[in-house]
């Protein structure tokens, strides 16, 4: 599997250097291919972040909720505070 990502991201990267000639007959598929290539590198790009925002996110989340239960503390006794009179 990783063989055929490593490939096809070459196969990706040749479609995007490119350079269509705009007089070539195939000039609109080219750019469509290029569009579509793009469009693809940009989606996978968002997704490993998110995958990779979410993972510390949920650690981050873990660490807060472990500190929290660390804090949590019996009570203590509230102490009463009463004016001074005048």
């Given at each position: ?19 269509p000639a705009p007089w070539d ?41 472990q500190e929290v239960r660390a804090?949590?503390k019996p009570a203590l006794p ?9």
């Amino acid at each position: 599997m990783t063989r055929l990502v490593g490939k096809s991201l070459r196969k990706l990267e040749e479609i995007l250097d490119l350079a269509p000639a705009p007089w070539d007959e195939d000039y609109v598929k080219l750019l469509a291919m290029q569009k579509d290539a793009a469009t693809n590198v940009v989606n996978m790009s968002i997704k490993a972040d998110e995958s990779r925002f979410r993972v510390q996110n949920e650690s981050a989340i873990v660490a807060i909720l472990q500190e929290v239960r660390a804090l949590k503390k019996p009570a203590l006794p509230a102490i009463e505070v009463h004016a001074a009179s005048s």
